[in-house]
Nanobody, 122 residues
């Protein structure tokens, strides 16, 4: 059984920082690309960031570039998203996902977590 579980979401004030976690169980996702996506009410799910298995390659959406950092801990089998200088427009449900190859397309990802809500207030 494979499961991805996000955590760390909640209420945060604009300009503050937040760290999301995604714990994987059932397998280590060896060789997989891990990604973060988000979906705001009434909007389509959008790519946020990805990291390859080795951690050597990362990619970010323009909207979060310079503010968010994706990382992974292979020993803990956990994916992270460090969110700095959050903005109101960052409010969304954040999902972690795993793909067999690097991609910014959500349809390329085979495994998904249940999502964690991030709400940014002014």
């Amino acid at each position: 059984q494979v499961q991805l579980v996000e955590s760390g979401g909640g209420l945060v004030q604009a300009g503050d920082s937040l760290r999301l976690s995604c714990a994987a169980s059932g397998r280590t996702f060896s060789g997989y690309t891990m990604g973060w996506f988000r979906q705001a009410p009434g909007k389509e799910r959008e790519f946020v960031a990805l990291i390859t298995w080795s951690g050597g390659n990362t990619a970010y959406a323009d909207s979060v570039k310079g503010r968010f950092t994706i990382s992974r801990d292979k020993v803990k089998n956990t994916l992270y998203l460090q969110m700095n200088s959050v903005k109101l427009e960052d409010t969304a449900v954040y999902y972690c996902a795993a793909a067999r190859a690097p991609s910014t397309r959500d349809r390329s990802y085979d495994y998904w977590g249940q999502g964690t809500q991030v709400t940014v207030s002014s």
